[in-house]
């Protein structure tokens, strides 16, 4: 685990390095970690949210494999998912991008994406900050015009994997702050959880300006590689 942390915040800081402006966001913090394979034998990879910038870095080889450290190169398009913003739909085409070096495929998701999930990041993440701040499924599926059950179900997922992804989290904010400070013990483990999750945006803003410009929860996804309510991450 100690190894696949430290690669992951390397991967990073050469991945801000490299982009050089304000939507710097890491290609695969959580890169040792991985869920498989999918469709075409190939892995998700998160990436920014310019998708022109994308595309110019992808022909130029400036995308790296977060196996080899190859370079990516275009390999055609995964298919169009229509997502729930919080200003009404976007949609998205992801890019497959394959390995020059070890000939990997992955598919290039937005950071405002999560795996499997229908709407953007910053609303999830919306729901779960109000959860942690004592709100209920109900008032916070009306608040962000959601049905209920699915509210209930980003609530439920994150909560069963709590103490987890707290764990998680807090060791990202301990390895990449430079001073960090934990965020103190609150009265649920949900909301621990949700407090280590900005913690640690807190702490890595403190080495990487960059990343103060990102929502914190665009940066949950990009740190999970889009996987942050995934069943079998981290």
């Known amino acids: 685990m100690d190894v696949c942390r430290w690669a992951g915040a390397f991967r990073w800081r050469r991945h801000l390095a490299d982009e050089g402006h304000t939507e710097a966001l890491p290609a695969s913090l959580g890169g040792c970690v991985r869920e498989g394979r999918v469709a075409l034998g190939g892995a998700v990879l998160t990436v920014g949210a310019n998708q022109v910038e994308v595309e110019a870095r992808l022909v130029t080889g400036g995308l790296a494999c977060p196996d080899c450290d ?27 991008a394959r390995c020059a070096g070890c000939g990997v495929s992955h598919v290039l998701l937005p950071v405002f994406a999560l795996v499997r999930r229908a709407d953007v990041a910053e609303v999830i993440g919306a729901a779960l900050a109000a959860k942690a701040a004592g709100d209920g499924a109900r008032s916070i599926a009306i608040r962000l015009r959601r049905p209920v059950e699915t509210v209930r179900g980003w609530l439920r997922r994150f909560a069963d994997r709590a103490e987890v992804l707290r764990s998680w989290f807090m060791v990202l904010l301990v390895d990449t702050g430079v001073d960090p400070v934990p965020p103190a013990l609150t009265a649920t483990a949900f909301a621990d959880a949700v407090a280590a999750v900005l913690g640690a945006v807190v702490a890595a803003a403190s080495r990487w300006p960059n990343v103060g410009v990102v929502s914190p929860w665009r940066w949950a996804s990009a740190a999970s590689s889009g996987r942050l309510l995934a069943p079998s991450w981290p």
């Open 70 to 96: 190859g370079s990516l190169g275009p390999w055609g398009w995964a298919r169009t998912r229509l997502l729930r913003g919080g200003g009404g739909p976007v949609v998205v085409r992801p890019r497959r």
